[in-house]
C-alpha cells in the first residue's frame, strides 16, 4: 500500500514565489495544494495540469483559507505589498509621499495576519501542521535606526512576523520559521521602467543608477530558487529566520556580468534618494531607494541564517546564469 502523500498549501502559487515553491515540492513527490483567488486563470489551469490541486480562498477573508489549509503538513504564505501599492498611486500620491505606502502597509499587515489566524487556528484544531513558513523582510525602520522610514513593503512583512511570533502565545511560532527575501535579480527589468531605463544611455553606456556606495555588498535572489529555501526550511528545525540568497553581490560586478552578457557597456553611478525621489515621484522611488540606501548602510540586520549553514550541498542559481537565460531583448529596445 502506497504511503499517503505529505501536503504543501501554497499562498500566491501562480506568482514568482508560490510558483516555484509548486515546482520544486512536486519535484520531491509532495501533494502540492495551490491556494488562488481564481482557479479558472489560466496560470491556475496550468498548474493543474502539472499535477498542482488548486483551490480557492481569498486573504481578504481569513474564512475561505481555513479549509484551503485544512489538513496541510506545510503551508507556505506570501503576500503582494506591490499590487495594492501601484493601483493606489494615482489617487493616493496627491494626497502625500507617504500615502501609498501606508495604504499598502496596512493592506499587507491585515492580510498576513489574516492568513496567520487561519493557520493557528488549523494548528488547534487538527494539530497536523509541521511547520508554517512566512515569506518576510526584516524591519529597515529599526535596522537603520529610524533614518530610513518609507522602506513599507520591508517593515509591513516584518510586523506580519511580530504577529505571528505572539500569535496564541506563540504556539504557531514554535512550528514557523522565517524566509527573507533578498534584492530579486530581475528588479533591473521589473521596475526599470518606473525608474527610468529609457533615460539612461549616455555616450553608448547604460547607466544603472543606485543609492548607497557602489562596492557595498548586497542579498540578490533569482525568485525560482524559492523552492529550494522553502525546502531547507521543512528540512530543518523550525524558527529559523532564513536569509533567501541566491548570490551576494555588489552592484559594480552585477553591472559587469550584465554587460558581458548583452554586450552593452554600463556604468554604476550613485544618486542621493532625493534624486530617485524626483526621478519616480508617487512614493515608489523613495521606497526603492531606501530599502536600497539601508541595505548599503546598515546590512540586513539579525543574525540571518545563510543557505548553506542549512545545507552546504544545496544548489543555488549564480547571477550569471540568471542573466544568460533572461530575456533582455525588450529591456534592451527601452534603453
Sequence with gaps: ???????????????????????????????????????????????????????????????TLIPAFSGAHIIFAVTDFWAPFFSSIPTLSKISDRATGEHAYAIELKRGKNIVDAAASVLEKEGKLERFIWSTLPSFKEQSKGKYTYVYHFDSKAAVSEYLKGKDGGKLWEKSSLLNMGFYADNMITYGGIMGAAKNMEEGKYIYRKPGKNTAIHPFVIPSDTGAFVDLLVRSPPKQDLLGVSEVSNYVTYMKIWSEVTGVPSEVREISVEEADKAAPGGVGREAAESTAT????????????????????????????????????????I
Excluded at 297 to 321: A, C, H, I, Q, Y
Design 1 to 63: 500500500m502506497a504511503m499517503e502523500k505529505k501536503i504543501i498549501a501554497v499562498l500566491g502559487v501562480t506568482g514568482n514565489q508560490g510558483g516555484s515553491v509548486a515546482k520544486k515540492f512536486l519535484s520531491l513527490g509532495w501533494h502540492v495544494r495551490g491556494i488562488t483567488r481564481s482557479a479558472s486563470s489560466n496560470s491556475a489551469k496550468a498548474l493543474s495540469a502539472q499535477g498542482v490541486e488548486i483551490v480557492e480562498a481569498d486573504i481578504d477573508y481569513p474564512a
Design 295 to 334: 541595505s548599503a548602510e546598515f546590512g540586513w540586520g539579525r543574525e540571518l541564517v545563510m543557505p548553506k549553514d542549512l545545507d552546504p550541498n544545496v544548489e543555488l542559481t549564480s547571477l550569471r546564469t540568471y542573466m544568460e537565460n533572461e530575456d533582455w531583448k525588450t529591456f534592451l529596445s527601452k
